[in-house]
């Protein structure tokens, strides 16, 4: 690794860092909380604090604690829609399979 390099990975790490050193606005009964809600209520709160934030007049600390219940509810949304595509994929991947094997020996036995 060039000095550059290394100067630049190290910089990028200490980034990573401060911000993993943040104080978070939002307790751990709320992290949890988000991250049972069902997909259409994330996406519904997410658009509300979406649009407290864009509305403005919020003072620093609470447009940190939108911007963190923003994070934290596209985050589960996104999961979420992770979750159905990964079955989607799987059901397509089975049906792929057994369209294979149809009316072929294999699929009496």
């Keep these: 690794m060039t000095g550059k390099a290394a100067k630049e990975a190290h ?22 909380a988000i991250a049972k809600l069902p997909y259409e209520q994330a996406r519904d709160q997410l658009i509300q604090a979406v649009q407290a934030l864009e509305a403005g007049g919020l003072d620093l600390d609470a447009s940190m604690r939108q911007w963190e219940i923003g994070e934290a509810l596209a985050k ?34």
């Design 76 to 109: 589960r949304a996104q999961d979420l829609l992770n979750q159905v595509r990964n079955k989607l994929d799987e059901a397509q991947a089975q049906q792929a399979s057994a369209g294979e094997s149809a009316g072929t020996q294999s699929n009496l036995e």
């Design 11 to 32: 910089e990028g790490a200490a980034a990573s860092e401060a911000v993993n050193d943040v104080q978070t606005h939002l307790s751990d009964k709320e992290r949890e």
